[in-house]
């Protein structure tokens, strides 16, 4: 059972940045994979962003180019770095990770509001 704790939300004006956390239970190297999703009122779960045991990383179209997946292998954790922000990114951000089992884990999620 892998435990993610995610932070780093909160309210942002447009065209600001957040960067959000997720620390894991376990070494992330045990880990296939681990990203983050989102999921804005009235929308389904969408990905935003993977990074796997490799270090190969993959974004959503909408965030491409705008935020970046890294991790801290000695402090198990991964991060999103979220500039530029507009107000569509606003969303309950969760953290996810793919065991070796193909068996998922999440975060308890984090709001992301971008407002002025």
């Known amino acids: 059972q892998v435990q993610l704790v995610d932070s780093g939300g909160g309210l942002v004006q447009p065209g600001g940045s957040l960067r959000l956390s997720c620390a894991a239970s376990?070494?992330?190297?045990?880990?296939?994979?681990m990203g983050w999703y989102r999921r804005a009122p009235g929308k389904e779960r969408e990905l935003v962003a993977i990074?796997?045991?490799?270090?190969?990383?993959n974004y959503a179209d909408s965030v491409k180019g705008r935020f970046t997946i890294s991790r801290d292998n000695a402090k198990n954790t991964v991060y999103l770095q979220m500039n530029s922000l507009k107000p569509g990114d606003t969303a309950v951000y969760y953290c996810?990770?793919?065991?070796?089992?193909?068996?998922?884990?999440w975060g308890q999620g984090t709001q992301v509001t971008v407002s002025s």
């Open positions: 996810n990770a793919l065991s070796t089992a193909l068996v998922r884990y």
């Open positions: 376990e070494s992330i190297f045990s880990l296939n994979a």
């Open positions: 990074i796997t045991r490799a270090g190969n990383t």
